[in-house]
């Protein structure tokens, strides 16, 4: 039996964190690139992306996070030292810049509306905790299961994607670490995949057991005896 405490089933919890959190940013990036005065926000929003990744990591801690992330509050008014001293200057190279017209200006609407969006209690709440840590060995069927949840082909709300990745992440945790099948003889089972890429070469790959779905009824416990004990009221 699986459990939370496990860390590469907690790992897949921190990565859907992570997801949701560098969406949720996004989206407000390009709500406020569009307000007035605010254009130049635009330019910043892949940096700032880029930032989020870096930032999770690459830190050890919380206090360590926050520094490098302060600092691109800085980093986009061209200044490069800061006062964190857990994080005192970027490490990039110092370069002239070609285009001068990306700086923002302090006491614009602009930087005083990023500040406030990048620093506001929330968001440094969740930076505290960024994390994107997985193992890479299992993420490839991790992100076949999100697939399976969240086609590509579908446009989903925010909340639509975000419920459907906690499915994912439910369904991987009691699912990831399947045993292989085996016959009534005991013999370990195979299944033969012809994979269009290799030109009709075939693999052999263990045949899991099938996938079980303890999550749902979890949920549906969770919902229907915990939460809307009395459901009539919302019908
Ligand atoms: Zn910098």
Redesign the pocket.
């Known amino acids: 039996m699986l459990h939370w405490s496990n860390l590469s089933v907690y790992g897949y919890l921190h990565y859907v964190q992570y997801i949701v959190f560098v969406v949720g940013i996004s989206k407000k990036l390009e709500a406020l690139s569009k307000q007035k005065d605010c254009e130049k926000v635009k330019k910043w929003m892949k940096s700032i992306n880029n930032h989020i990744y870096w930032t999770a990591a690459t830190s050890t801690s919380g206090p360590d996070r926050i520094a490098k992330w302060n ?1 691109i509050l ?2 986009v008014r ?3 030292t800061h006062q964190d001293p857990l994080y005192p200057m ?1 490490e ?1 190279v ?1 370069s002239k810049t070609t285009d001068k017209s990306k700086w923002l200006q302090a006491a614009t609407p602009a930087f005083y509306k990023l500040e406030k969006l990048m620093t506001n209690k929330r968001t440094m709440k969740d930076v505290a905790k960024l994390s994107p840590h997985y193992q890479t060995s299992s993420l490839e069927s991790f992100h076949a299961i999100i697939l399976r949840f969240a086609p590509k082909n579908v446009v989903f709300p925010f909340i639509g994607m975000l419920c459907r990745l906690y499915l994912s992440a439910m369904h991987y945790n009691e699912n990831g670490d399947r045993p292989q099948a085996k016959s009534q003889k005991g013999e370990p089972l195979f299944k033969i995949s012809f994979p269009k890429a290799r030109k009709g070469e075939c693999s052999a790959k263990p045949h899991k057991t099938e996938p079980t779905f303890g999550y749902v009824a979890d949920l549906m416990n969770l919902i229907f005896e915990e939460v809307f004990v009395n459901p009539v009221p919302y019908c």
Do not use: L, V
């Open positions: 600092a800085n980093h061209d200044i490069h970027c990039h110092i």
